[in-house]
T-cell receptor, first 113, second 111 residues
Framework: EAEVAQSPRYKITEKSQAVAFWCDPI?????LYWYRQILGQGPELLVQ????????DSQLPKDRFSAERLKGVDSTLKIQPAELGDSAMYLC???????????FGPGTRLLVL | QKEVEQNSGPLSVPEGAIASLNCTYS??????FFWYRQYSGKSPELIMS????GDKEDGRFTAQLNKASQYVSLLIRDSQPSDSATYLC???????????FGSGTQLTVLP
């Protein structure tokens, strides 16, 4: 069964350091999403890609966060510099196309000290 | 007011009982509705999707949608301890039809 892959699964970093997360969507899925989930809350969308283009990054804190999907397949989310409040689960999801059912990867749990 | 509202729980039911999880949403134009299950420390896993008013059944799970009341629910029949998890309601809403999640309802099935 095809799955969304993410790495690393866990990341511990100190504040002001840079971190990067990687996501490989299900093969053939055109739409890729990055979410942030704080403990006790539902996932919140950070950025959405359609192929290699950003279609929504309105909730992405652009002073410190960046995301890219250069070839329209895998994607990287970067935080620089990390802050204590960035500690959360970062989830990647993909769907066949816009508004189709989304499937989530295992997530990256980030702890900023 | 949150766009997607769920009772946070915790909701406890005995093994074998029916668990009822509820969700309301604010965007009357929403067309797609999803229930995800999330075990502690894991990522959300799709259980059901529903697009039309009425009931949709899949095994022990039944999703119910009432667009006029802006209400969607999930029933779990013959609840098992392995059903203990947080259940997230998600709705495609807004002009961009983003998937918006509720905060989840924590369900505990007692043996």
């Amino acid at each position: 069964e095809a799955e969304v892959a993410q790495s690393p699964r866990y990341k511990i970093t100190e504040k002001s350091q840079a971190v990067a997360f990687w996501c490989d969507p299900i093969s053939g899925h055109a739409t890729l999403y990055w979410y942030r989930q704080i403990l006790g809350q539902g996932p919140e969308l950070l950025v959405q890609f359609q192929d290699e283009s950003v279609v929504d990054d309105s909730q992405l804190p652009k002073d410190r966060f960046s995301a890219e999907r250069l070839k329209g397949v895998d994607s990287t989310l970067k935080i620089q510099p990390a802050e204590l409040g960035d500690s959360a689960m970062y989830l990647c999801a993909s769907s066949l196309d816009f508004q189709e059912t989304q499937y989530f990867g295992p997530g990256t749990r980030l702890l900023v000290l | 007011q949150k766009e997607v509202e769920q009772n946070s729980g915790p909701l406890s039911v005995p093994e074998g009982a029916i668990a009822s999880l509820n969700c309301t949403y604010s965007d009357r134009g929403s067309q797609s509705f999803f229930w995800y299950r999330q075990y502690s420390g894991k990522s959300p896993e799709l259980i059901m999707s529903i697009y039309s008013n009425g009931d949709k059944e899949d095994g022990r799970f039944t999703a119910q949608l009432n667009k006029a009341s802006q209400y969607v629910s999930l029933l779990i029949r013959d609840s098992q301890p392995s059903d203990s998890a947080t259940y997230l309601c998600a709705v495609n809403m807004g002009s961009a039809r983003q998937l918006t999640f509720g905060s989840g309802t924590q369900l505990t099935v007692l043996p």
